[in-house]
């Protein structure tokens, strides 16, 4: 097993910063879960460790091996979030999961690994000979598991591999994600803007905003008890037994306020023009607007980004 390393990691396009200084650890056998809006660099920083988007500064270790000096055919693998492009139209199933199998594996072999492969993501291996346009969603999505599995991998980046499916098929994905993580003992880092899925799965949470991360430690603390503002803004956003979509939870917050233009990002904490308990609330707390939280990060639980991490929401004392 091998653990994945994020060390002070930027990704830059041009003057925009879409990753910047993340430093991020999936430990070896664990679930780390991603959150985060879209466009926070989510799926950038997932990119940049599969090798396909460029790392401006920083390093990705693999069982720490910097990724760019591994071999091409690297023990990671990452399954995308359309299972509809993931996949070669004109190609059977089973050449495309054969085609991610190490060289010098023999065609019998190979149609052997095929075979236990799709039984292993709860698919026929009769349907070895199928096109991707036979089957349905959650089937496609099934199979670009299987690819990603025949490449030996120690670490599976999942990038919202449920958000294109119908809800009737997640929770059986997710089901059998998690059932073939543990079974195989894979490291993963599993990407969602759904956070009921990210608790459903991870033994870590890591929430990302405007590229960094700015909340991170285990799945049930930072849940049940988030120490930044986005954090809660995300909690309270997402439906819940006891709440729908159309309940108003917003009271004085400013969640609901646009994020910040990314290509000129506020100075100070990132999520101040937004933030529930900074200055447009409380007038004083100027710092939010002239220091960055993230210096200090390491030293406040969940290592919040977040000058009054320890100060609840419902406290409005300074």
Known sequence: MSALEFEGVSVRYGKLTAVDGVSLTVPSGQVVGLVGESGSGKSTLARAAAGLAPVSAGRVLLGGVDVRRLPRRRPLQMVFQDPYSSLDPRMAIGESIAEAMPPRTSRAARR???????????????????????????????????????????????????????????????????????????????????????????????????????????????????????????????????????????????ADTEPADPHHPPSGCRYHPRCPIGPLVHPDRTVCVTADPAGDAAGRPHSAACHFAAVHPTRRSA
Not at 171 to 191: C, D, H, K, P, Y
Not at 192 to 209: I, K, T
Not at 212 to 227: C, F, M, N, T, Y
Request: hydrophobic content about 50%; proline content about 5%; glycine content about 4%.
């Open 112 to 254: 052997a690994e095929v075979a236990r492969l799709l039984e292993l993501v709860n698919l026929d291996p009769d349907r070895a000979a199928a096109l991707p346009g036979r089957l349905s969603g959650g089937q496609r999505q099934r199979v670009a598991l299987a690819r990603a599995l025949a490449g030996q991998p120690e670490v599976l980046i999942a990038d919202e591999i449920t958000s294109a499916l119908d809800v009737s098929v997640q929770g059986a994905v997710l089901n059998l994600v998690r059932e073939v993580q543990r079974r195989l003992s894979l490291s993963m880092l599993f990407i969602s803007h759904n956070l009921a899925v990210v608790r459903y799965v991870s033994d870590v949470v890591a929430v990302m905003y405007l590229g960094r991360i700015v909340e991170a430690g285990p799945a049930a603390q930072v849940l049940a008890d988030p120490k930044h503002p986005y954090t809660r803004d995300l909690l309270a956003a997402a439906p819940s037994a006891r709440r729908n979509l159309l309940d108003d939870v917003s009271d004085d917050a400013l």
